[in-house]
């Protein structure tokens, strides 16, 4: 039997006889996919260079679109980090800083490549499905060179994380009356803040950082237990990327609803 060519196999793609050997319903999963994310993307798109309607002055909420809030035009109470002394153009995000790094973090996620690698680029489509391109290159173009630095984009991504978490502790001492209170917004945003630690820390790059390049886990008992609490998160990567995207929108639009005067809140207290 002919040993297999390792060199030419690594680029040529399998050829199949017809568009695909595959009977089910195979491209269900890449056209909800694209659906998804290109919802997402307009969404986020249009909320972002809104520049209106991402504060609640009377409970102090704020969308995670717009924190931490830097343009001087910011609410003053919206800036919990301070505010820069410029005023932003239209069309450039008051998040200025967060924003390019979520992106960023998103984009190179393991989960969300294979997603849009199979989904949007086609590369591969599915397994025994004819793909459009004649050859493979891997990550090793040019403009795929940032995917290596998705751990770097870990560590902001864990920082605006906890950002959004004191976004979320503050509305809790903004009541009715001024003190402490409870309402559907404070529920919506806790729920959003447990699903962007359940996204970021099930992180691969999170995951090697623990428990990385250790020659013995028993000599590391501390980092050898979060490793192993973060590799059970990490199983669920893929449904805390989707259930983080959904409500980081459902956060969004309860915020933008509210600050529009369109609704008012729930309050279960104060
Ligand atoms: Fe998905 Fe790091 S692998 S966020």
Redesign the pocket.
Known sequence: MTPPDRAAPARARIQLPRRTLRTDRWWLAPLFTTLGLAAFVVYATLRVFQQDHYWVQEHHYLTPFYSPCLAAQCAPDAALFGRLPVEFPPLVPYALLSLPFLLL??V?????RKAYYRSVWQAPTACAVREPHRSYTGETRPLMLPQNG??Y??YV?FAITAVNTWDMLVPFFHGTDGGFGVGLGNVIMVVNVLMLWG??L?????RHIMGGRLRSFGRHPVRYRLWTGISRLNDR?MYF?WASIATLIATDAYVALMAGGVISDLRFFN
């Not at 190179?108 to 969300?112: G, I, L, N, R, S």
């Not at 099930?202 to 999170?206: G, M, N, Q, V």
């Open positions: 973090f998103r190179t996620c393991y989960y969300y998705h751990r984009f870990f991504a996204y970021t099930s992180c691969h790059s999170c990567h990327g």
